[in-house]
Nanobody, 124 residues
Framework: QVQLVESGGGLVQAGGSLRLSCAAS????????MGWFRQAPGKEREFVAA????????YYSDSVKGRFTISRDNAKNTVYLQMNSLKPEDTAVYYC????WGPGADTPERYEDWGQGTQVTVSS
């Protein structure tokens, strides 16, 4: 099991940027696909981005493609989500998740370990 802690959330104006970090402990994430999901009030948790253990395959939801960038630093046991050109509809709690030897799936059920989330609020 890997423990995940997200940070970097906050309040930003539309058009601004934030960089989320997900620090892992307990196990190395080098054997894990890592994903970012988000959940807005009253809505289901939705896929944002994922990266395979090697970093060779990266996936984004259509709603964030071209604006968000997922990256990983296995040496630091950390995953990042750079979010640019933020929109009010990006407002949500953002969660980091780990899937042991996973394919970088877009379904939350695939992921075994989750962080507590970090709030991102984008004002118009």
């Amino acid at each position: 099991q890997v423990q995940l802690v997200e940070s970097g959330g906050g309040l930003v104006q539309a058009g601004g940027s934030l960089r989320l970090s997900c620090a892992a402990s307990g196990r190395t994430i080098s054997s894990y696909a890592m994903g970012w999901f988000r959940q807005a009030p009253g809505k289901e948790r939705e896929f944002v981005a994922a990266v395979t253990w090697s970093g060779h395959r990266i996936y984004y939801s259509d709603s964030v493609k071209g604006r968000f960038t997922i990256s990983r630093d296995n040496a630091k046991n950390t995953v990042y989500l750079q979010m640019n050109s933020l929109k009010p509809e990006d407002t949500a709690v953002y969660y980091c998740a780990a899937d042991f030897w996973g394919p970088g799936a877009d379904t939350p059920e695939r992921y075994e370990d989750w962080g507590q989330g970090t709030q991102v609020t984008v004002s118009s």
